[in-house]
């Protein structure tokens, strides 16, 4: 069987899997595209063998997964991507309606950190599809990620808007990681080297796709709504590795996550053997 592999369809990722069209990996894997939330659900339940998953699901199932190393979806500031948009300021929001979109557990919990660390509010929370204007009907503010929080940037309207990147760059002084790419335990056991042959695909076509990111913000925008100028500072902004800096990030919103009470444990980073 070939490598049944996860793949996040929003614009975050395309830089990852550029490369694997370009070095043409596609045919010796089974790539299948969702959100994040909905990815880390069938890696779980053993119909995906290695998927990018929210980094607070890694937290949650560390027993069941192992990480692969070098690649996340993480900024260093600013994400565009990932956003609060409110009617009303933050520092105002305790004990109001928030709508967190229902696609990636760890902007959800990214979200709470930030307005109960950075502005001492603790709203009521529910979850939603990502469609502001429905959020809107019943919340004072709503999380929108991948495309739905970029549509948000080009046009912003009167709301108030946080990018979540550059808040917890302000909370923090810290990397932030999103995403993380992880392999079942069991698969990583009996396959070793068709994890190995998927992690260093990926590596090579993050490197090819940093080398090209003019180009791919061409090639995108030509069916995309937002111009090549607009992706390629989207994609400049992202940050695609998982070294010690952001491992540190990585665990400090995980630190953060349990004295909140989103996860019991902050888990030891385990990574597969991809040598």
């Known amino acids: 069987m070939l490598p049944r592999v996860g793949h996040i369809q929003f614009l975050n ?8 069209v370009k070095n043409g990996v596609l045919p010796d894997i089974e790539l299948y595209k969702h959100t994040p939330t909905e990815l880390s659900q069938r890696l779980l339940r053993g119909e995906l063998d290695i998927s990018p998953i929210p980094a607070i699901e890694y937290a949650r199932h560390a027993a069941e997964l192992l990480l692969l190393p070098r690649l996340t979806v993480s900024s260093d500031g600013r994400v565009l991507s990932i956003l609060l948009v409110s009617k009303i300021p933050a520092g105002e929001l305790h004990g109001r309606p928030v709508a967190l979109a229902n696609t990636s557990a760890t902007s959800q919990v990214l979200t709470r950190i930030i307005l109960n660390d950075r502005y001492n509010v603790v709203p009521r929370y529910f979850e939603s599809p990502p469609d502001l204007a429905q959020m809107f009907m019943e919340a004072d503010a709503g999380l929108l990620i991948g495309d739905d929080a970029l549509r948000t940037v080009v046009r912003p309207g ?3 808007v946080y990018d979540l990147g550059e808040e917890w760059r302000l909370l923090t002084a810290k990397k932030m990681v999103y995403a993380v790419w992880a392999v079942r335990r069991v698969y990583a056991r009996q396959h070793p080297d068709a994890v190995k042959t998927v992690y260093h695909a990926f590596v090579l076509s993050m490197e090819h796709s940093l080398q090209q990111i003019g180009a791919i913000a061409r ?3 030509q069916w995309s709504p937002f111009s ?9 902004g992202l940050r695609f590795e998982f070294g010690p800096d952001y491992q540190e990030g990585c665990l400090e919103f995980l630190r953060r996550a349990q004295a909140l009470g989103a996860i019991t444990a902050v888990p030891k980073l385990e990574f597969a053997d991809v040598a």
């Not at 090549?228 to 400049?236: E, G, I, Q, V």
């Open 228 to 236: 090549a100028r607009f992706l390629k500072n989207y994609f400049t």
């Open 219 to 221: 090639d995108v925008s």
């Open 158 to 160: 009167k709301f108030h």
């Open 13 to 20: 990722c395309l830089p990852l899997y550029y490369g694997l």
